[in-house]
């Protein structure tokens, strides 16, 4: 018997969350409050039946001729609030020889998250802001275990996708981007950065829950200020990748 965890929903044809075609794994629970969140379902860590990660990966197996020069990725939701699940499937799908790759925002503390970190071959880190301040108005917390999260990648030599969500009014701002840029060109851990264009096609889910959308008249970002934003992290020698968020939302089969 593996260990008991919690899954939101699978992908089994994944082609946004790391390298190649991958099984992607959302897992249900996040301390996070994102105001662009367009999976707010995925907060809670109540309301699913429990899986089995020997299960889980005997189910991930079965996809191996289709993933194998891609691999598995966990998503959330945030992996890392059950690390001992995420670790536990990491581990044997590295055993069977497939890639792993974890999806998160850096937002649990080291002292639960370095294992995971430890074993995982590739972590797609998601930087909410660069500015504190800001980072807990968009999120509901600051952003220092990011932060920590991308020094200890940065210390171990992990390999790390940087995303980040362009914002209106918020993140996408010229002077934001600009330092961010600027900081992230110090961690030779970095292979590229990831660029999500805000949208609002998770509102629905919002209005499902009863949840107030503080973002309803904030418009999606326009081709011009993209195409800026790409430049600015060019400059700084980091390769970029624009990615649609829209095609990111979890729509996957429930697990």
Known sequence: MGI?????SIE????LDGPGIRYVLFLQGCSLRCRFCHNPDTWAMGGKP??????????ILSY???IKKGGVTLSGGEPLRQPEFALDIINKCKKAGLHTALDTAGSVPLERSRAVLDAVDLVLLDIKSLDDRQCFSLTGQGNANTLATLEYCQAIGKPVWLRHVLVPQWTLDRQRLEKLALFLKGYSCIEKVELLP???MGQYK???LNLDYSLKDVPEPTEKELGMAKKLFEEQGLEVLMTSFATKEKTAKVG
């Not at 008991?4 to 939101?8: A, L, N, V």
């Open 206 to 208: 919002w209005e499902q």
């Open 64 to 66: 191996r001729s289709f």
């Open 4 to 8: 008991q965890g919690t899954i939101h």
């Open 50 to 59: 429990t899986s089995d990660s020997d299960e889980v990966v005997k189910g």
């Open 12 to 15: 089994t044809f994944g082609t």
């Open 198 to 200: 805000y949208h609002a």
